[in-house]
């Protein structure tokens, strides 16, 4: 991760990669849809996707207005 970050910080668009407490404040005050905040590759996964073996470092979730 740091590698990527590292040629990121280069461009106009720098990236950056957060922890899990650093994404959760992002979904304050939204109902998280099952299963949650969690590693993008587990977010309903597709068990014939055949793509590589997940990195693990992203994460995501949907959220909705109560």
Known sequence: ???I???YAAT???IYFREHAEVAPFF???ELVPPGLVTIDTWHP????????A???LY???GRKP
Not at 46 to 53: I, Q
């Open 1 to 3: 991760m740091a590698a």
């Open 5 to 7: 970050e590292a040629v």
């Open 12 to 14: 106009p668009t720098p």
């Open 28 to 30: 304050e005050g939204f």
């Open 46 to 53: 597709d068990p014939d996707d055949p793509a590589p073996e």
């Open 55 to 57: 990195t693990r470092w």
């Open 60 to 62: 995501g979730g949907v």
